[in-house]
């Protein structure tokens, strides 16, 4: 538990409707515009020009406290990731603000990106299960700060709601990338149970405990009359006109009176702030990259169940691309199933297609190609065993030419398949060796009975391979490994 700071952060709240936006920062804060195209990954914390792996484990148990959770580091380098240059945070770690508690779910979201603007990225982890002193599970933020060294628990800081509620799981979904210009570093922005809140640095010293990452704005995205009872899920950013600032999107799933559709909700980075921009259809899955290699980052969302215009669930799952323009993203999306012309596999309820999404060129032609989680996938008779899809970047946007899939059953593929093991619960494309080609991280956090386990696919001139491919688990890593669903939150 952690006392609640009702002071640690001024508060302005403002309420989102639709044509409205997050109240714009003064042009005279305007700085140098930052882009987020898929080659910015914001994901090197000790600033020696190789991206590094941060992996949640929520479940783990800590200073033996149940699911209080933990994140590990692992850091790049020419060999790319291993199992021994690595580091351990949780709030049992001297320096990160509370305390190991059970259900706290340290992990259960991260994200990075240079909040400060000093040029080594920062680690954000959410701690949704957080309780302020009897507002249980009203959520917190750990930023753990980059450095030549890597990431440290010291001066660590701590983030939380203006007016924190029970249940609002703040920290719950998280991203940070350069949104306006009211700061040199990288914006975060935190979702809870109904809204969206955006913090900046805040480079003055702060009086008291507060933190250096200033509340700009807290918008109760449920209010939005388009998104009745809208519950979001999930952000990306990417910058989808090309004009130096990165856009947000909120992406979840609909309330009211249709419920469970996918809906993602797009705000426009500009000098003064973000704009609201539209509401398209998909989620609430998301993943952000130029797929076409035009200048324009696009926009893929994953909607694994989504109801039919018939009430029942969605067979199988499904993945829309919208495509960046100068103008933004296009209103109409394409859309795939696995019973697209040329992806591998078919459809079948419940496979969870599209229940998560990485964006990277695997291949270094210049395409970003999409990977694809469907950790519902039954392989034979084992139900939920789980798969993984990589469907390539064209000139033409995605394609289904040369599309690949892996599960456990593969010869290349280390394990065996087993009943609600999940695999690709969690994919990403990571490009630690820093070779230009994004091999594929795909996690299993219901392998081993709750353990979590992560499968590492290289990347060459073909793309990525399952020949080599490698696991590894918290235990690995040194971490306490049992029930700690490693691997339920990568950082993208």
């Known amino acids: 538990m952690r006392k609640n700071r009702s002071a640690a952060l001024a508060a302005a709240s403002f309420l989102l409707l639709t044509g409205a936006g997050i109240a714009a920062a003064p042009s005279a804060l305007a700085g140098t515009p930052g882009g987020t195209h898929a080659d910015d990954r914001n994901s090197d914390?000790?600033?020696?020009?190789?991206?590094?792996?941060?992996?949640?484990?929520?479940?783990?148990?800590?200073?033996?406290?149940?699911?209080?959770?933990?994140?590990?580091?692992?850091?790049?380098?020419?060999?790319?990731?291993?199992?021994?240059?690595?580091?351990?945070?949780?709030?049992?770690?001297?320096?990160?603000?509370?305390?190991?508690?059970?259900?706290?779910?340290?992990?259960?979201?991260?994200?990075?990106?240079?909040?400060?603007?000093?040029?080594?990225?920062?680690?954000?982890?959410?701690?949704?299960?957080?309780?302020?002193?009897?507002?249980?599970?009203?959520?917190?933020?750990?930023?753990?700060?980059?450095?030549?060294?890597?990431?440290?628990?010291?001066?660590?800081?701590?983030?939380?709601?203006?007016?924190?509620?029970?249940?609002?799981?703040?920290?719950?979904?998280?991203?940070?990338?350069?949104?306006?210009?009211?700061?040199?570093?990288?914006?975060?922005?935190?979702?809870?149970?109904?809204?969206?809140?955006?913090?900046?640095?805040?480079?003055a010293p702060q009086p008291g405990e507060r933190a250096p990452l200033r509340r700009q704005a807290g918008e109760r995205l449920a209010a939005s009359a388009a998104a009745e009872g809208f519950r979001p899920k999930s952000l990306t950013t990417g910058d989808y006109?090309?004009?130096?600032?990165?856009?947000?999107?909120?992406?979840?799933?609909?309330?009211?009176?249709?419920?469970?559709?996918?809906?993602?909700?797009?705000?426009?980075?500009?000098?003064?702030?973000?704009?609201?921009?539209?509401?398209?259809?998909g989620g609430p899955a998301t993943a952000s990259g130029d797929i076409n290699n035009d200048g324009y980052d696009d926009l893929v969302t994953g909607e694994p169940a989504s109801p039919d215009d018939g009430g029942a669930t969605m067979t199988g799952g499904q993945v829309g691309v919208r495509y960046g323009t100068e103008d933004g993203l296009l209103e109409e999306a394409k859309w795939w199933t696995q019973d697209s012309a040329g992806v591998p596999g078919t459809a079948e309820r419940g496979d969870g297609w599209g229940a998560d999404l990485s964006v990277a060129d695997t291949n270094g032609d210049g395409f970003a190609d999409v990977a694809i989680g469907a950790p519902g996938e039954d392989i034979g008779t084992v139900a939920d065993a789980g798969a993984v899809w990589v469907l390539n970047g064209s000139e033409n946007g995605m394609t289904a030419t040369g599309a690949k899939s892996w599960d456990q059953d593969d010869a290349d593929i280390p394990g065996a398949p087993e009943k609600g093991d999940k695999w690709g619960g969690q994919v990403r494309l990571s490009d630690p060796n820093r070779d230009g080609r994004f091999g594929l991280l795909a996690a299993a956090p219901g392998e081993n009975a709750g353990d979590g386990v992560v499968w590492v696919l290289s990347a060459g001139s073909g793309g990525v391979t399952g020949s080599g491919s490698w696991t590894y688990g918290a235990g690995s890593l040194g971490a306490p490994a049992t029930g700690s669903a490693f691997g339920a939150a990568i950082d993208e």
């Open 241 to 281: 006109d090309d004009d130096g600032y990165a856009d947000l999107v909120v992406s979840g799933l609909t309330g009211g009176d249709d419920p469970g559709r996918g809906l993602s909700v797009q705000f426009a980075g500009g000098a003064d702030g973000l704009t609201y921009k539209n509401d398209l259809k």
């Open 45 to 203: 914390f000790n600033g020696d020009g190789y991206e590094d792996v941060l992996v949640g484990a929520p479940g783990a148990t800590v200073s033996g406290a149940k699911g209080a959770g933990l994140v590990t580091v692992q850091y790049g380098s020419t060999r790319g990731i291993g199992t021994t240059n690595v580091a351990r945070f949780s709030q049992s770690t001297a320096g990160v603000s509370g305390a190991a508690e059970a259900g706290d779910a340290f992990g259960r979201a991260v994200a990075t990106g240079d909040l400060d603007g000093d040029g080594f990225d920062d680690a954000v982890i959410g701690i949704p299960g957080e309780d302020l002193d009897a507002t249980a599970d009203a959520g917190g933020v750990a930023v753990l700060w980059g450095s030549k060294t890597g990431l440290s628990g010291a001066a660590s800081d701590w983030l939380q709601a203006g007016e924190p509620a029970a249940g609002a799981q703040f920290g719950s979904a998280l991203a940070a990338a350069h949104l306006s210009g009211v700061t040199p570093g990288d914006e975060l922005a935190v979702l809870d149970r109904d809204h969206m809140q955006l913090f900046a640095y805040e480079p």
